[in-house]
């Protein structure tokens, strides 16, 4: 099963089994006695927390990369800016490819999709062109 189905109240939510046995091993989230909906709340907030703090990180990291100069510190030679924006979005999203890769093989999920690349081609490509213009915009 690729998805986790918890009731609460008469919410039913549907956690992917990646997350959901991330978020049961964490102590953060699951207490003994804890009531359901706390134990939602204290996993919606430590989400919150960790997609935004991974987005404040990447941001940064982003403007360094394309903004700080490389070289030309010991006396030899002009300082560089990095141009390529698309090799840079092209590591990114193999790095990420990768952890994915390791986080499925580590839960036992297989790594073949659930769904057709065409339901989700359009989205993916946007994104790229979108990750690649934020790049150029920083320039």
């Excluded at 099963?1 to 991330?22: D, E, F, K, N, Q």
């Excluded at 987005?55 to 002009?78: F, K, T």
């Excluded at 690349?117 to 990750?131: C, E, P, Q």
Aim: one cysteine or more; charged letters at 15%.
């Amino acid at each position: 099963r690729w998805c986790h189905r918890w009731v609460v109240g008469r919410a039913t939510l549907c956690v992917p089994s990646i997350a959901w046995s991330l978020l049961t091993s964490a102590s953060l989230c699951v207490c003994p006695g804890l009531a359901p909906r706390l134990v939602l709340r204290r996993c919606a907030a430590a989400l919150k927390v960790g997609i935004m703090s991974s987005l404040v990180m990447y941001g940064l990291m982003q403007e360094r990369i394309v903004r700080h100069p490389y070289g030309g510190e010991d006396g030899q030679g002009a300082p560089e800016f990095f141009n390529s924006s698309l090799f840079l979005v092209f590591c990114n999203r193999v790095f990420t490819c990768l952890c994915a890769a390791c986080m499925c093989k580590l839960s036992g999920h297989p790594l073949a999709p659930a769904c057709p690349a065409h339901k989700y081609g359009s989205v993916s490509l946007s994104n790229v062109v979108a990750t690649t213009c934020q790049y150029e915009a920083l320039k």
